[in-house]
């Protein structure tokens, strides 16, 4: 006969983002916490509303979804080519109906308004709406959105660092009850070999190399890297300067290069699949940034024991401390920029002495297992307080 105990429920969780397959920091994170949530807690499943098995396919989108499977997680995709295209949710509210899912978090401003809006009707209890930063400035529209529709709906929303917080709250007027620090982590990144990457690239032994691991958009500041190299390379004989990623700026950023004669010293990699074979031959990274949240790829940095130098935005200060960690400049500054890689490839010791420093604190204070954890127990709280923060 049965004991009368009820045999406890996983909860089931829906992780809602645009794309799948991207390089980005926002896609990455939620990939793999998706993937990592234990199953003897949760079911997972993982919506991409602009990827679709049926249209013509991304390899990297592909082999992103068959990752998550392997994992265990349920992946589908929306196909959803246009903001227009409302029909095409239909899927996604029919999932979070039929699988009766219990906890909806959705990633970055666009899935975070369709998850406020698609939340009742899917009836689902618990709504998370992850934040993965912005300038927080102009756009009245989305700062009234991110107000009166996202804060309001969702039962926790996450700020990435404690200066998003901070603007969430101060600039656009969020309560601070509904505001919710989650920092980011990485896992270690493993020993890559530099050497190989500076015999591709025709670097002269001995060169010193200048990197940036970044998609190719306005926020990541990139100009400013490249106007730093005009300045830098008058005083640092052989200096190169490669950045790895993709994206809408590439053409700009090489016409930029040829204008100020640094065409030979500047190379744009495009998206790449050995980062970290990449970290171990730069001798300096650099985050130029305009605005940040608590960026991936710097914590790549730091993990890697590299000399870093970055713009003053955002989270980056809850991840280095200047002097200690690094070295912070003024975001739009770029003969700052130039005077401090220079002074880091000038002084061998004091560079090797950060970057240490650096690796100990990610190693300390921002790893992936701990999101993950904090995740898990934030959905499982939320969901026993049924719904509320």
Same mark, same amino acid.
């Given at each position: 006969?049965?004991?009368? /105990?009820?045999?406890?429920?996983?909860?089931?969780?829906?992780? *809602?983002?645009?794309?799948?397959?991207?390089?980005?920091?926002?896609?990455?994170?939620?990939?793999?916490?998706?993937?990592?949530?234990?199953?003897?807690?949760?079911?997972?499943?993982?919506?991409?509303?602009?990827?679709?098995?049926?249209? =013509?396919?991304?390899?990297?989108?592909?082999?992103?979804?068959? #990752?998550?499977?392997?994992?265990?997680?349920?992946?589908?995709?929306?196909?959803?080519?246009?903001?227009?295209?409302?029909?095409?949710?239909?899927?996604?509210? /029919?999932?979070?109906?039929?699988?009766?899912?219990? %906890?909806?978090?959705?990633?970055?401003?666009?899935?975070?308004?369709?998850?406020?809006? *698609?939340?009742?009707?899917?009836?689902?209890?618990?709504?998370?709406?992850?934040?993965?930063?912005?300038?927080?400035?102009? @756009?009245?529209?989305?700062?009234?959105?991110?107000?009166?529709?996202?804060?309001? /709906?969702?039962?926790?929303?996450?700020?990435?660092?404690?200066?998003? @917080?901070?603007?969430?709250?101060?600039?656009?007027?969020?309560?601070?009850?509904?505001?919710?620090? %989650?920092?980011?982590?990485?896992?270690? %990144?493993?020993?890559?070999?530099?050497?190989?990457?500076?015999?591709? *690239?025709?670097?002269?032994?001995?060169?010193?190399?200048?990197?940036?691991?970044?998609?190719?958009?306005?926020?990541?500041?990139?100009?400013?890297?490249?106007?730093?190299?005009?300045?830098?390379?008058?005083?640092? &004989?052989?200096?190169?300067?490669?950045?790895?990623?993709?994206?809408? #700026?590439?053409? /700009?950023?090489?016409?930029?290069?040829?204008?100020?004669?640094?065409?030979?010293?500047?190379?744009?990699?495009?998206?790449?699949?050995?980062?970290?074979?990449?970290?171990?031959?730069?001798?300096?990274?650099?985050?130029?940034?305009?605005?940040?949240?608590? &960026?991936?790829?710097?914590?790549?940095?730091?993990?890697?024991?590299?000399?870093?130098?970055?713009?003053?935005?955002?989270?980056?200060?809850?991840?280095?401390?200047?002097?200690?960690?690094? *070295?912070?400049?003024? =975001?739009?500054? &770029?003969?700052?920029?130039?005077?401090?890689?220079?002074?880091?490839?000038?002084?061998?010791?004091?560079?090797?002495?950060?970057?240490?420093?650096?690796?100990?604190?990610?190693?300390?204070?921002?790893?992936?297992?701990?999101?993950?954890?904090?995740?898990?127990?934030?959905?499982?709280?939320?969901?026993?307080?049924?719904?509320?923060?």
């Amino acid at each position: 006969m049965p004991d009368g /105990r009820e045999t406890e429920r996983r909860l089931r969780v829906l992780t *809602l983002v645009d794309r799948l397959g991207t390089s980005g920091g926002g896609e990455r994170l939620a990939m793999e916490v998706a993937k990592r949530l234990d199953p003897a807690r949760f079911d997972r499943w993982y919506c991409a509303s602009r990827w679709g098995e049926r249209g =013509p396919q991304d390899e990297a989108a592909r082999r992103a979804a068959d #990752e998550l499977r392997e994992a265990g997680v349920m992946a589908f995709g929306l196909g959803r080519r246009s903001p227009a295209a409302v029909w095409s949710w239909g899927p996604l509210v /029919r999932t979070l109906r039929r699988e009766r899912i219990d %906890v909806l978090h959705t990633h970055k401003f666009g899935s975070n308004v369709w998850g406020a809006l *698609l939340a009742p009707l899917g009836r689902v209890p618990v709504l998370v709406a992850h934040e993965h930063t912005w300038s927080y400035e102009g @756009q009245p529209v989305r700062r009234f959105l991110d107000r009166e529709l996202i804060a309001r /709906r969702s039962a926790a929303f996450i700020a990435v660092s404690r200066e998003d @917080q901070r603007r969430m709250i101060e600039i656009e007027h969020i309560r601070a009850d509904a505001v919710t620090f %989650v920092p980011n982590g990485i896992d270690p %990144v493993p020993a890559g070999d530099g050497e190989r990457v500076r015999r591709e *690239l025709g670097i002269e032994p001995g060169a010193p190399l200048v990197g940036a691991v970044a998609v190719l958009r306005p926020q990541k500041g990139l100009e400013l890297l490249i106007r730093a190299t005009a300045v830098a390379a008058r005083s640092v &004989p052989r200096l190169r300067v490669v950045i790895a990623g993709e994206g809408p #700026e590439r053409a /700009r950023l090489e016409a930029l290069a040829a204008e100020l004669g640094v065409a030979g010293q500047v190379t744009l990699l495009g998206r790449r699949s050995d980062v970290p074979d990449l970290l171990a031959a730069f001798d300096v990274a650099v985050s130029s940034s305009w605005f940040e949240g608590s &960026p991936l790829a710097m914590m790549e940095y730091m993990d890697a024991g590299l000399p870093i130098v970055a713009t003053r935005v955002g989270g980056v200060p809850d991840l280095i401390e200047d002097g200690v960690h690094g *070295l912070m400049v003024e =975001p739009g500054d &770029p003969d700052g920029l130039a005077a401090a890689i220079g002074e880091l490839l000038r002084d061998r010791d004091r560079a090797a002495e950060l970057g240490a420093r650096a690796r100990e604190r990610r190693r300390a204070e921002f790893d992936l297992n701990g999101t993950v954890r904090a995740l898990g127990d934030l959905y499982e709280r939320l969901a026993a307080a049924g719904g509320r923060p």
